[in-house]
């Protein structure tokens, strides 16, 4: 099965891929590496998912943060392959960056939502590395920040 018959299968609606509004590129490719700078926790309408994992957002909502990160990946993936996703071979690594508390302690469980979504839509060559890591802030006090590097052919 394809990866857009897979995008198809579980309802998912690509959002533009957004340009940069700072200093840097959304998107690079190194020889056959395309790595996608952090892309933030934003809802299906465009709005940001805010707040802190153990205070504001409790683990299943991070969860769902997590999953639009990597739904922003793909946006950006499709983007920089000119509209075919075909031309990945496979992902390499997630790092998942979670605004969370000190004492919270389930970042991999939040990130879930973004690796998960990642093996959904792109099936075995899905299967990354990944970091899942505690911060005390994000930009714009998001909940979720994932960025990706993947394998192109």
Request: hydrophobic share 40%; with cysteine.
């Given at each position: ?28 490719v ?58 990945i ?65």
């Amino acid at each position: 099965m394809s990866i857009e018959n897979n995008i198809k299968k579980l309802n998912l609606k690509l959002p533009d891929a957004p340009d940069p509004v700072g200093s840097y590129v959304a998107t690079k490719v190194i020889g056959n590496l395309l790595y996608i700078s952090g892309q933030i926790s934003i809802d299906e309408k465009g709005s940001l998912i805010k707040g802190k994992l153990g205070k504001d957002i409790n683990v299943d909502e991070g969860y769902l943060a997590a999953e639009r990160c990597a739904i922003n990946i793909i946006s950006q993936a499709k983007k920089a392959c000119n509209g075919d996703l075909n031309k990945i071979k496979g992902c390499v690594k997630l790092t998942g960056f979670v605004n969370s508390t000190d004492d919270f302690v389930e970042q991999p469980k939040v990130i879930n939502g973004a690796s998960d979504t990642i093996s959904k839509v792109f099936g075995e060559i899905g299967k990354h590395t990944r970091a899942a890591v505690s911060v005390n802030s994000l930009p714009l006090g998001v909940a979720v920040e994932v960025d990706a590097i993947f394998e192109l052919s």
